[in-house]
């Protein structure tokens, strides 16, 4: 087996999260199937990740969320922007073929993912002076992990890519980086958040969104960014290729 299967790693391939219907896109511009993202023809989010979820959501972009599973196992010598491509591609070549095999069959538990025009897949890692931080193993990890980001800058990168599969159009890619810097971090308060357990499924083991935004003195960039998705230049990434109308703020945004 090579190193993703589309087939295996999807976990949710017929789950539409669509906002408020006041929200929902106009057509705008041409694309192959003749029709931007709506509520009718959603777009797929080959993503696993909640907060992306959320985030697209509660701008108003209807979606079908497509999970596809893929190494993304550091290698020696990886740089950032390597490792991202590669994962980001390989995540890419995932989400085409599960579309493929929803265009070609007949089952109505590929029909929502069938009506996608356009997909969407991303990945985001933490930096610190040049080196990748994940997910921490366990508590101790976090807390090492935590205590090297402490007083410091640090970046997050995401990298994502937006295709229209059968188009002939080339793919549409952007890394987007946001910089970082912690507060000064003692010991008990280390502890104190690590004990949260908010940290422990995130990369650079920490939520800005959560407790951790007590962690941060400031940011330059895309706050959604280091949340997991820089929602700004992904949609208007997507308005630009023809893909998506206008989008007002949803309700309590």
């Known amino acids: 087996m090579g190193l993703w299967s589309a087939r295996q790693g999807v976990k949710e391939a017929a789950a539409i999260w669509v906002p408020n219907p006041g929200t929902a896109a106009v057509r705008l511009g041409y694309h192959h199937q003749g029709v931007a993202i709506d509520r009718q023809h959603p777009l797929m989010l080959g993503s696993a990740s909640p907060r992306r979820r959320e985030l697209l959501t509660t701008v108003g972009v209807p979606l079908v969320v497509a999970t596809v599973t893929v190494d993304e196992a550091t290698r020696p010598g990886d740089s950032p922007e390597a490792y991202l491509e590669r994962v980001v591609d390989t995540k890419h070549r995932a989400a085409v073929e599960l579309w493929d095999r929803a265009r070609a069959s007949s089952s109505d538990s590929d029909a929502a993912l069938a009506r996608c025009p356009a997909l969407l897949v991303a990945d985001t890692v933490v930096v610190h002076r040049g080196d ?47 910089r970082v810097w912690f507060v000064e971090l003692g010991s008990p308060q280390l502890e104190r958040y690590v004990a949260t357990g908010e940290g422990r499924d995130k990369a650079g083991g920490y939520a800005i969104q959560g407790i951790g935004s007590l962690l941060v003195a400031r940011i330059d960039g895309s706050y959604c960014n280091v949340v997991g998705l820089p929602v700004s230049a992904v949609v208007m990434t997507l308005q630009s290729l023809g893909l998506l109308g206008p989008l007002p703020l949803a309700d309590g945004a």
């Open 132 to 178: 990748i931080m994940g997910k921490p193993r366990d508590d101790a990890h976090g807390r090492a992990m935590l205590a090297a980001l402490a007083g410091h800058e640090h970046q997050v990168m995401t990298r994502f890519v937006i295709d229209e599969p059968g188009s002939g159009r080339s793919p549409s890619a952007e890394t987007v980086i946001t």
